[in-house]
């Protein structure tokens, strides 16, 4: 019983030191990668495929915000 509340001590003090995560695109991601993982029997390995996914993704479509130029008012 005390090695229970010494995991959860451990993993409470280490969340709340833990950097903060951005989880652009993973959420949603995982959310779309459970369902269907669970539709396949493999609910977890879904979410964690999902959410690389989906944050890669959101760094692709960052990337391409970032490199477009506003159109010339030249005429």
Request: charged residues 15%; positive net charge.
């Amino acid at each position: 019983m005390r090695w229970i509340l010494a995991a959860a001590c451990a993993v409470v003090i280490s969340l709340a030191w833990a950097p903060h995560a951005d989880a652009k695109g993973c959420i949603k991601g995982a959310i779309v990668g459970g369902v269907a993982g669970h539709m396949a029997g493999h609910g977890k390995l879904g979410a964690a495929a999902g959410c690389v996914v989906g944050h890669h993704e959101a760094n692709k479509a960052d990337a391409n915000k970032a490199n477009a130029q506003p159109p010339s008012d030249q005429k």
